[in-house]
């Protein structure tokens, strides 16, 4: 199986509420960082999600086109084709979408699944993240459930945020420090309201003092109990079988015990960004300097080929990502979790 299918990607998330670990969903945006992600995967026996940004999307269509929806599909075709060749599944995941950006990414991108599907062909992205957090609840619950229709009716998972992650991604601002926790109440209206879209699945974002990038430590008051009292609210309101699958945003630099306590109260899906980024670059940078007077031409010398060629560091960038990939599914308690080989 290349890309996990829909009923293979519902497996995925039943199996980690099961055995209370998460997914990483790294994102990425070339060729190599998406294989970095297989490798750290595979190595782990885990299954996994790779997403791609729209900063990340414009990035892969190159500087000319600048083209969101191309760029994603890129990468995605690529994954398909890759992933054939590793014995796990993964899943491809598009992240924060903003009310104003549907139409330009995650729109173009479910009509491209349509499409595919019309011709007997798989899914191209088995999820798309709607980010209506911007919005008033209402506002962006009322978007949130005309799109998971049309996502249910394509066998895709729709991921909606309630709340506002902190800091800065792709050049998105978080809101107030009032919504950087999810209250209950807003919880139970997400319940109520997606759940009406009957046979359909989706993720919830819930926020808990999240902020995206990376801060010194005490910049950031995670409080996972956040989540223990939503979920709790919901199960005394609807039931055990409501119960959310969540999604844990703006991780990078959180405490190990902050991450496995939000694992236990439901968290499935671990957004890492900053991390891996980082973990692409630094030997990249040693690289450099190790090899300055290789990879620059000094002072009329013709430099060394074999160090500028960008092989020759890209793929020491690839394995550290993949190392950090691996690091992150052990801190999610995901190693050997793979379903692959275990029938349908
Ligand atoms: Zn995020």
């Known amino acids: 199986m290349p890309v996990a ?3 293979t990607y519902c497996r995925m998330i039943d199996h980690a509420i099961e055995k209370k670990f998460a997914y990483p969903a790294i994102n990425v945006t070339s060729l190599t960082t998406a294989n970095g992600v297989l490798k750290g995967l595979a190595d782990s026996r885990s ?16 500087l000319s086109l600048k083209d969101m929806p191309i760029g994603a599909i890129s990468i995605a075709e690529h994954v398909h084709r890759v992933a054939e060749r590793y014995p796990i599944y993964v899943a491809l995941h598009t992240d924060h979408c903003q009310a104003k950006m549907l139409n330009s990414y995650v729109i173009p991108l479910i009509e491209e699944t349509e499409r595919r599907r019309a011709a007997g062909k798989p899914n191209l992205f088995n999820s798309h993240m709607f ?56 919880m139970l209206e997400v319940s109520r309201r997606l759940s ?30 956040i989540l223990k009292e939503g979920q709790t609210a919901v199960e005394k309101a609807f039931g055990k079988s409501a119960r959310f699958a969540l999604v844990f945003h703006g991780g990078s630099g959180s405490a190990l015990e902050e ?50 060629d960008p092989r020759s560091y890209m793929k020491l960038g690839e394995a550290s990502l993949a190392e950090r990939v691996k690091q992150a599914v052990t801190d999610l308690r995901g190693v050997g979790t793979t379903l692959f080989g275990s029938g349908s």
């Open 5 to 7: 299918d829909y009923k």
């Open 47 to 62: 299954d996994g999600i790779i997403q791609v940004s729209t900063g990340g999307a414009a990035f892969a269509s190159g």
């Open 131 to 186: 980010d209506g957090s911007d919005l008033s609840l209402k506002e962006n619950l009322d978007i949130a459930v005309k799109l998971l229709e049309r996502c249910q009716k394509n066998e895709i998972i729709l991921e909606v945020e309630v709340g506002v992650v902190g800091g800065v991604e792709d050049g998105v601002k978080g809101g107030g420090a009032e919504k950087l926790y999810t209250t209950p109440e807003d």
């Open 196 to 225: 009406a879209v009957k046979g359909a699945r989706y993720l919830l974002a819930a926020t808990f003092g999240n902020v995206h990038g990376v801060y010194k430590p005490g910049h950031v008051k995670l409080k996972p109990s």
């Open 259 to 308: 991450i496995r306590e939000a694992v236990d109260y439901g968290v499935v899906k671990m957004n890492i960004d900053t991390d891996t980024q980082y973990a692409f670059t630094r030997p990249i940078v040693d690289h450099m300097m190790k090899n300055y007077s290789g990879v620059l031409k000094i002072e009329g010398d013709v430099g060394d080929k074999e160090k500028y």
